[in-house]
């Protein structure tokens, strides 16, 4: 048993959790960031769109900040969190292996999960040619001969915004709701329609090289586009009463998330969320900002309560 209290436990070391246990440790805040290790974007070669460090692969990135952090004061420790509970004076939280911390705030920034369709070959290339952002990865397969993969509505708008950047994108019909007559009128000058349900991917020489159909016929293809299903990482937290809800895109559930306010405080008092667990659309940096401003109001909420004491 560690009967270390802190004023703030960040469970989750992405660059929401290392960004809000900067800004707390500069406040001179007492923090502990627990990290599991399994960021979602480790398949990655590099983050962009990150304002001074574009290009920058996502394991650098972190360990930069882990390193931020500490020369504060803060402290990470690995582990998985296995069960968070209120307690006298805050919040208990205890992680595989028995050990137990306590803090007076939470900030959970546990990031979610991408569940993607059951194509056999998509989850080994995910976040190498095997894509789903375009401002993540448009970039570089720019100019590509590009299929997107039709599994919910979400698609045709992917097909629109990767048709900025290739003149060749293909949209697989796929399993998704037939294309009405004015949106094939209206895309088909920049997009191919295929029908037919599809069944793999082919891959040579550790690229893929196409795609194919349960017909057989195999359509030549260097980058593959998907909609995963983005699932909050939250299951721990139903012990504080939290629990991730569905949200809705065109009457497409896209996935769950942890609801919050504005300043990232939950319903739960005392407990607030950034980046990806939150906010399903979120890249790095805007997670790295929420997780800041997040940050801000837990040193705020104590401080207020602190003032409460003084006599």
């Known amino acids: 048993m560690d009967n270390t209290k802190y004023d703030v436990i960040v469970i989750g070391g992405g660059a929401a959790g290392l960004a809000g246990a900067l800004t707390l440790a500069r406040s001179r805040r007492s923090v502990l960031v627990i990290d599991s290790g399994e960021p979602r974007n480790a398949p990655a070669g590099h983050v962009h769109n990150y304002l001074g460090r574009e290009g920058t692969p996502p394991s650098e990135l972190l360990a930069i900040g882990r390193g931020e952090v500490s020369s504060y004061g803060g402290e990470i420790v690995s582990g998985t969190v296995t069960s968070a509970r209120k307690a006298e004076g805050g919040f208990a939280v205890e992680l595989a292996g028995g050990r137990a911390v306590h803090a007076r705030r939470l900030l959970i920034t546990t990031g979610l999960v991408d569940e993607l369709p059951e194509v056999p070959g998509l989850k080994e290339r995910f976040g190498r ?111 504080l009463g939290l629990e991730a809800v569905e949200m809705e895109m065109g009457g497409h559930v896209v996935g769950t998330y942890i609801p919050s306010d504005a300043s990232g405080a939950t319903s739960v008092p005392g407990v607030y969320v950034a980046g990806n667990v939150t906010d399903l659309k979120s890249q790095v940096i805007i997670a790295a900002g929420a997780g800041l401003s997040a940050a801000a109001m837990i040193n705020n909420d104590l401080i207020e309560e602190d003032l409460e004491h003084v006599r």
């Open 129 to 239: 040619d095997v894509l789903h952002c375009p401002y993540c990865h448009g970039w570089e397969v720019r100019d590509q001969a590009i299929g997107v993969l039709g599994t919910n509505p979400f698609g045709l708008h992917q097909a629109k915004l990767f048709s900025q950047l290739s003149d060749d994108v293909i949209y697989f019909v796929n399993t998704a709701p037939r294309p009405t007559e004015a949106e094939r009128e209206q895309l088909g000058k920049r997009i191919t329609f295929v029908e037919g349900e599809v069944a793999g991917i082919e891959v040579r020489d550790d690229r893929l090289t196409g795609v194919r159909l349960s017909s057989g016929e195999v359509v030549p293809r260097q980058a593959l586009v998907v909609s995963p299903r983005f699932v909050a990482r939250a299951e721990v937290f139903a012990s």
